[in-house]
Structure formats: structure tokens, C-alpha cells
């Protein structure tokens, strides 16, 4: 080995890296230095002027000597600068607004020159400058302090991104949205993204380029034509493309070993924010065939604002959001209701942030202790409850059942006749998919409260609107799949898929809860509204692509297991029962379900029985009366399979 070129190698690199830790450091330009740097070029600039004039056999003014005449520019140009400020701000972040000050300093200069020039001529019968020499003069000067200012900005931008591998990108779309990115891109100060062209989908342009770059046709050869540009990756910019076509474009650039960004339209781009940091990487929410729901506030406001709201469940995931969104319609008070306590906290501190003017109070409890939530109910006048305090995961419901029974079902019977008691206007109550044929104890728990609230709707002689939402699972929520996976592509896999065929519907937690608002406004009571998932998903192709968007090969840098279902998971869910008939509203994304009625009296029995086993602690015979009142629940993959089998008085 050279030890004495590794040697000085070393020395090298370490004294440009210090000189380039140095330029760093050095945030901003003193304004005195900017000052004395302009009152140079006006110096410089006034020297080339008069040089350039001397050499058109122009005879100059004799009233003032050469230096006299250049102390005198150099005043009324230093005299504009203080007034315009051309010196405050930071050179590395010049804008239009900044380049229009120089322009409007130079010209201010001339013109007071010009008025200086022409008082003396009228005065004493003898001009100072030359005119030409004044317009030759405010030029040179101008595009000195130009030059200066894109002098410095390119160091700096150099300066920053010296070393950094910088990504190669082409922009999918010539609109106006796609070209503001391009823009945003091309004069960004951390230039992580590097323009190489811009992609149409409608025309061939041969020679037009935009921003100094190419334009590409999206064909059939596109992909085999951008590969001698060496593109990393392509971005999409808005909404310009449909859910499908998306799909489309991101499966051939993953085939093509491309990455696929996101940006938003310009207009909504988080303020304050470099252009990098609005690029983001595509992810699989994105991809989700789901089309943009459009709700009508109207009736929302009219049920809501002024009102007293309490939601239970509030710092769970839809529990939360529901308390984000409601916050929008100005209700007199919001009671956030939940027996988490850390997750409570958290979400008084974001909502007091971001909603200072609503009045909110955060209250510990459980919704299995009756006496504790009546307090509540004594406490406030409250106008409508969204009651989404549940237990959820299937699999550990499954080996805990007493407690989906006494918070799904024993929870929800005591907040309920709690509702109905204390002549609240509206109770709507969120369910799920899972209730519909329930294969599993959670599934029969929510079903089995969306028995007794529509049977206490149609008995009861109150005037509380008791109204169901049904819908699948949400995207990001507590616990869910898309989060589930990321981690352990994180970890570097193995990504655990259940089964090959199974199938879910997926929903954004914001869409969910904008629809359990809207169907709170349209029911009468006792309805039970299920909400368009849009088509299933099927979780293996979940998997792959998520491995793909990572930049990852599935099952040779992340692997893919089938691990076989869970107790109580079913190959797919159903929004309705094979019984039941769904009646349209008025709004496309929700529909009624017509599900038997079940006597007030035949449920109330029922699930004393259920919670009498509960309180014995005896599960199997607590899930058999489950049973009867879900004749539909037949577990699978679960202990409680036997309680199925006929028996010989079945024969």
C-alpha cells in the first residue's frame, strides 16, 4: 500500500470536509459585509461604465473630477440601499421579492442622479453626468448585485449538498401543479431530488422542454426509454390519476426497480417546509381503491353545535378522531370518555393545542362501572353520545371473553338504558363487520349490543334515537395490519400472512368517522347503517407491495409466512347477515340493513344469564348463552367449536 498518498489522501479529505463543516456553520452573511460587498460592485460598476462610455469618443461633463463623480454615485446608490434594506435578508434564501428591491434601489439611484444632474443644470447652465452613462451605469450595477446574490446562493447550495447522492426523479404530469413541483425542486436548498424530466400522458413532445428538462411520453416503451437517463424514482403529484391508475404506474416502476414518491398539489403543502420534506414516500393507503367521501355538514351542525357531546372510547383510535372532527362543529362541551389513562392525557394535550377554543373535559372511567358513568350523565345535559368504548382484537378476546362481554355487551347495556333514562337525543353506537355471522367471541359481543340497542330502540318509550354503524377495518388504527406489517418489514421480516386467500375491507379512520357522523343524522332509530368498504383486499398482495414499496424483493429479502388463522378469524368478512336486506339513503356511501328484531324482554333475559356466567368466571358456559342469543355466532379455529356440534337433542 502508498502509505504516503494514503497519508496525504487523508490530510486532504479531512481539511475539506473542516472547510465544508466551516461554510455550514456560517448561517448567514453579516449585513455589513453584504453592504460593503454592493458598495464594491457600485464602485466596480461605475469604473467599467466609464470605461465603457470613454471608449463610444464621448466627451464627459467637466464639473466634477472622475473620483468626485464616482464618490457622488457611490452616495445616492448607498443612500437607496438603506432605504430598500437590499442588505437584510439572507442571501441563500433570495426570492423575486428580493431581486425586485435591487432593481427598484438602482432605479431609485438613477433617477436621483438624473434629478441632481438636471437641478444643476438649471441652477448653473451645466449638466454632472452623461446620461447614457447613468442607464449604462444602473445595468452594470444591477446585474453585479444579481450576479453577487446567485453567486453566493449556488455556493451555499453546493456548499450543502457536497457529498449527498442526490435522487434522480421524473415528474408524472406537465399541469400546473406537476411544473409548481418541478420548480419547487429545481431551486430547493437541500436538493435531495434531482430533475431529470417531466412525464405527459396525452401527447409526444420530441423537442419542447420545460425547466430546461425533457419531456417524456407514458407508453409502452417508457420505461425501456428513461433507462439511459439512470432515473431513481418517479413522483405523483395531486390527484390527477385515478386509484387504479396509480396501481398501475407503481407496479411497473417497482418492476423497473424504480421508487415511487408522493406530493401534494403546491397548495397544500405544509408551510415553512423545505420541498423534500413534502415529497414523501408512496405508501400502501395510498394504493387502497378507495374513492374520496363527501359528506353534508348541514345536519352534522344542526345535531352537534351547541351541543353537549360525549363519546366514550375517545382516546382510541376512532374514538379520537371522532373527537378531532366534532370539535369542528362547535359543541357547547365535549366529554372525552376512557379507562386509558396515558392515551387520555396524550389526546388532552394535542386537542388543548390544536382546539383552544372548544371546552372539552377529560374523564377517567370505565364503561363497565354503571355508577361511575351515571355520574357523568348527572353531572351534564348531554344532547348525544357516540359510544365507541369496545374491546377489539380477535385473537385475545378469544382467550379473554369475559371481558368483550363485560365491556362490549354489559358496557353497552348500562350505557345505553343510561341514554334512554337520562332523555339523551341521539345514541349511535360503533360496530363492526365482525358482528355479521360472528365466528368469534368479539364479533358475537358486538353483535349481541346491536341486538339489545335495537330492541331497546323499538320498546323503550323514550325519545332517544338508538342508531348502529357498521363498517371493517380501518387503515392505521390500534393494532392493525398495515402498521403490524411496516414493523416487520422494519425488523427485516418475516411479514406473517394468515392465510393466502384471506380477504379485508379497509377504510380510513377519518372516512369512517365522517360517515358514523353523517348516519348519526340520518336515523330515525333502531336503524343499522353498514358503509361501502369499496372492494377487498387481498392481505397476500397487501404483503408483496409492501415489501416492493420498501425496496425490498418478497421472499428473498423479506420473507412472507403463512402462519394459519387465528382462533375466531374467518377467510373473510360480511357487512350483513344472509337474512338481512339493505335499503338505500341518501347518501351513496351509506345503506340501512333490515336485521330481525329480537324482543326487549327475550335480550334482557339473555344477557342476564350471559352475565351471570361472567361473574362465575365460567366461560364456556357463559360463550353457550352467548350462542343463543347470537344463534348466527359459529366460532372457527376456536375451543369453543364444540359448543356447535349437535347434540342428541338436536336428533
Not at 489522501?9 to 481539511?15: A, E
Not at 374467518?570 to 345503506?591: A, G, N, Q, V
Request: glycine share 4%; hydrophobic share 45%.
Amino acid at each position: 500500500m502508498n502509505w504516503s498518498y494514503f497519508k496525504k489522501r487523508s490530510k486532504q479529505i479531512f481539511w475539506q470536509e473542516r472547510i465544508k463543516l466551516q461554510l455550514k456553520d456560517l448561517n448567514y452573511l453579516p449585513r455589513w459585509i453584504i453592504l460593503f460587498i454592493d458598495f464594491a460592485i457600485v464602485v466596480a460598476s461605475f469604473a467599467v461604465s466609464y470605461l465603457i462610455v470613454l471608449d463610444l469618443n464621448v466627451s464627459f461633463y467637466q464639473v466634477l473630477s472622475v473620483p468626485q463623480e464616482c464618490v457622488l454615485v457611490a452616495l445616492a446608490y448607498l443612500s437607496s440601499f438603506f432605504v430598500f434594506s437590499t442588505f437584510s435578508g439572507l442571501i441563500r434564501h433570495s426570492t423575486f421579492v428580493d431581486i425586485f428591491k435591487i432593481a427598484v434601489s438602482c432605479v431609485s439611484s438613477a433617477l436621483l442622479l438624473a434629478i441632481i444632474n438636471y437641478s444643476y443644470y438649471f441652477i448653473f447652465n451645466s449638466k454632472i453626468f452623461l446620461i447614457p452613462f447613468l442607464a449604462i451605469n444602473t445595468v452594470m450595477t444591477f446585474v453585479g448585485m444579481l450576479m453577487f446574490r446567485l453567486l453566493i446562493k449556488s455556493l451555499y447550495t453546493y456548499i450543502t449538498n457536497l457529498g449527498k447522492k442526490r435522487n434522480r426523479v421524473l415528474i408524472l404530469g406537465v399541469n400546473d401543479d406537476s411544473i409548481a413541483v418541478g420548480e419547487a425542486l429545481s431551486i430547493s436548498e437541500y436538493q435531495r431530488f434531482e430533475l431529470v424530466g417531466f412525464v405527459s400522458f396525452k401527447k409526444k413532445y420530441s423537442k419542447l422542454k420545460i425547466l430546461g428538462v425533457p419531456l417524456f411520453k407514458y407508453d409502452d416503451d417508457f420505461f425501456d426509454l428513461i433507462k439511459s437517463y439512470h432515473v431513481h424514482s418517479l413522483v405523483l403529484v395531486g390527484s390527477q390519476l385515478s386509484i387504479a391508475e396509480k396501481n398501475n404506474i407503481v407496479d411497473k416502476a417497482l418492476e423497473n426497480n424504480l421508487k415511487v414518491y408522493n406530493a401534494p398539489s403546491i397548495k397544500e403543502w405544509e408551510q415553512n417546509t423545505d420541498v423534500s420534506q413534502n415529497i414523501k414516500q408512496i405508501q400502501i393507503e395510498d394504493l387502497l381503491e378507495r374513492n374520496p367521501i363527501k359528506i353534508d355538514d348541514t345536519n352534522i351542525n344542526k345535531d352537534l353545535n351547541n351541543r353537549v357531546i360525549l363519546i366514550t372510547g375517545g382516546a382510541g383510535s376512532i374514538g379520537s378522531e371522532i373527537v378531532r372532527q366534532v370539535s369542528a362543529y362547535r359543541p357547547s362541551k365535549i366529554l372525552v370518555l376512557d379507562q386509558a389513562e396515558s392515551p387520555l392525557h396524550n389526546l388532552e394535550l394535542e386537542l388543548r393545542a390544536n382546539y383552544p377554543d372548544v371546552d372539552y373535559e377529560f374523564i377517567l372511567a370505565d364503561v363497565r362501572k354503571k355508577s361511575r358513568v351515571e355520574s357523568v350523565f348527572q353531572a351534564h345535559k348531554i344532547s348525544v353520545v357516540y359510544h365507541a368504548a369496545a374491546y377489539k382484537h380477535v385473537p385475545l378476546i378469544e382467550r379473554n371473553p369475559t371481558e368483550a362481554v363485560q365491556v362490549n355487551i354489559l358496557g353497552t347495556v348500562a350505557l345505553a338504558d343510561l341514554a334512554d333514562h337520562y332523555g339523551v337525543d341521539k345514541f349511535v353506537m360503533v360496530s363492526t363487520d365482525k358482528a355479521v355471522n360472528p365466528t368469534n367471541v368479539m364479533g358475537a359481543s358486538k353483535r349481541a349490543a346491536e341486538i339489545y340497542v335495537q330492541a331497546l330502540m323499538h320498546q323503550s318509550h323514550s325519545s332517544t334515537k338508538f342508531i348502529t354503524t357498521r363498517f371493517g377495518n380501518v387503515l392505521g388504527s390500534n393494532g392493525s395490519v398495515i402498521p403490524h406489517f411496516k414493523q416487520q418489514i422494519e425488523n427485516g421480516g418475516p411479514v406473517t400472512v394468515t392465510h393466502e386467500q384471506i380477504i379485508r375491507y379497509f377504510m380510513t379512520i377519518p372516512e369512517a368517522c365522517q360517515l358514523v357522523l353523517q348516519a348519526g343524522t340520518m336515523g330515525q332509530g333502531g336503524e343499522v347503517y353498514v358503509f361501502d368498504m369499496g372492494k377487498p383486499v387481498k392481505i397476500m398482495d397487501l404483503a408483496r407491495k409492501m415489501i416492493k414499496l420498501s425496496g425490498f424483493t418478497p421472499d428473498v429479502d423479506i420473507k412472507i409466512s403463512v402462519i394459519g388463522l387465528r382462533p375466531g378469524e374467518k377467510l373473510f368478512e360480511e357487512l350483513l347477515t344472509d337474512s338481512s336486506k339493505t335499503l338505500p339513503t341518501h347518501h351513496k356511501k351509506i345503506m340501512r340493513a333490515v336485521d330481525r328484531l329480537v324482543d326487549l324482554n327475550e335480550v334482557t333475559n339473555h344477557i342476564i344469564e350471559i352475565a351471570d356466567s361472567c361473574e362465575k368466571g365460567d366461560d364456556v358456559h357463559m360463550i353457550s348463552k352467548l350462542k343463543l342469543l347470537v344463534p348466527e355466532f359459529k366460532s372457527q379455529n376456536s375451543i369453543y367449536e364444540v359448543l356447535d356440534l349437535p347434540t342428541d337433542t338436536d336428533s
